[in-house]
């Protein structure tokens, strides 16, 4: 075992999945995969359908576990207060005594996954609505033929029906249940993935990158922790390199919509102190 998976690990016992009972819990996708001798793998990843409201859910869990490790002695939760958005980090916060840090969030993914959950998102969305216009029907059976009427396409995808509105017979279901992928098994190549992002967010000309925590968001479904801390090894002297104040690898499983009744696990990439454990969190 290398000293970098010592440090994190001590017990020998990690896998990115949840520990926890999913009944009852929210925002989150099973994802199943068949392979071709018909063993069937289940993958669970945090899942929220509009992306802005994700980073919020995230940034949210890694603050929750910033002020565990470096606020440990106090008697309350530290305060966290969000100053900016957007300008140019996703997040810029100021803490309860003054200091303050940058959050940058970027995803770790295969790029055909990403895209199989844009287009599964954004059609959900769609979906959930009572009424929907006719190019917005048009998406839809683009993606997932069948979804409607013979009788309804006939109408909606007529050129003059482009914005007209017509109800949605789907939206009393709130939305799709299942999705059937195209056969993927999206194996990445973790090392080269997060040098890749933490290289382009390098290169960016924004101020205040000493400043800035990276926090990449994990959705792959075919990579282990082993595989990130094979990354880790390699690249271990550009990592300690980069101009950021540090690189944590989050993995979210589900939570509510306030980032309460939740399970995720954060990992640190490119510290070398012994004392930053993996944190397997739930609240």
């Not at 001590?10 to 995969?33: H, V």
């Not at 990843?45 to 106090?74: S, T």
């Not at 995808?157 to 992928?181: C, D, Q, V, Y």
């Amino acid at each position: 075992m290398s000293i970098f998976k010592y440090q994190i690990f001590r017990d020998g016992n990690y896998s990115f999945k949840p520990q926890k009972d999913l009944a009852g819990k929210q925002n989150f996708s099973r994802n199943l995969f068949v392979d071709s001798d018909g063993g069937i793998s289940e993958v669970v990843r945090l899942n929220v359908l509009d992306d802005r409201h994700r980073e919020e859910i995230v940034a949210y869990h890694f603050c929750q576990q910033y002020g565990k490790l470096f606020h440990p002695n106090e008697q309350e939760q530290p305060q966290f207060y969000i100053v900016e958005r957007d300008n140019p980090w996703d997040f810029t916060y100021v803490l309860h005594d003054g200091s303050g840090f940058n959050l940058e969030i970027c995803r770790v993914a295969d790029k055909a996954l990403l895209k199989a959950l844009k287009i599964e998102n954004d059609c959900s969305i769609l979906l959930r609505k009572a009424v929907l216009k006719g190019f917005e029907i048009s998406k839809v059976e683009k993606h997932f033929p069948g979804t409607f009427s013979n009788e309804l396409l006939r109408e909606a995808l007529a050129k003059s029906a482009r914005n007209r509105k017509f109800k949605n017979p789907t939206s009393a279901h709130e939305g799709p249940r299942i999705f059937m992928r195209p056969p993927m098994q999206p194996n990445l190549d973790v090392g080269e993935a997060i040098i890749a992002e933490i290289r382009k967010k390098a290169a960016k000309k924004h101020s205040d990158k000493d400043e800035t925590i990276l926090l990449l968001d994990n959705l792959t479904t075919h990579n282990s922790p082993d595989d990130f801390f094979d990354a880790v090894e390699t690249y271990s002297e550009e990592l300690r390199a980069t101009p950021f104040r540090s690189i944590w690898l989050y993995t979210g499983y589900y939570s509510d919509n306030q980032g309460y009744d939740c399970e995720f696990s954060i990992l640190p990439l490119n510290t070398d102190s012994a004392t930053l454990l993996m944190l397997d969190a739930g609240g």
